[in-house]
């Protein structure tokens, strides 16, 4: 089982990026899956999250900037990041909490680096 996280990369301020990350392996079900980011010298954060039924929470500094979603055929959720300033810069990570064979845990993903900057 595992969460696989993709689509940082180099943007301009003011830019767009959007995140995927999709969950694979023996998966029964899948509750709330989330983005958190962790800038360097900085502790980890809550970005966004969403339920199995669709409700989202944000983070003060990126709502109506950001918007996350979910396609549970897929088991992946994406994060759709526009305007973005240079304090987004950080890596970011999705987590998910996975029914598998053994029983709800939290799983996290790789990470992957986003880069706000001229």
């Known amino acids: 089982v595992q969460l696989q996280a993709s689509g940082g990369g180099l943007v301009q301020p003011g830019g767009s990026l959007r995140l995927s990350c999709a969950a694979s392996?023996?998966?029964?079900?899948?509750?709330?899956m989330g983005w958190y980011r962790q800038a360097p010298g900085k502790q980890r954060e809550l970005v966004a999250a969403?339920?199995?039924?669709?409700?989202?929470n944000y983070a003060d500094s990126v709502k109506g900037r950001f918007t996350i979603s979910r396609d549970n055929a897929k088991n992946t959720v994406y994060l759709q990041m526009n305007s973005l300033k240079p304090e987004d810069t950080a890596v970011y990570y999705c987590?998910?909490?996975?029914?598998?064979?053994?029983?709800?845990?939290?799983?996290w993903g790789q990470g992957t680096l986003v880069t706000v900057s001229s």
């Open positions: 987590n998910a909490e996975l029914e598998v064979v053994a029983g709800m845990d939290d799983y």
């Open positions: 969403i339920t199995s039924g669709g409700s989202t």
């Open positions: 392996g023996s998966i029964f079900s899948i509750n709330a």
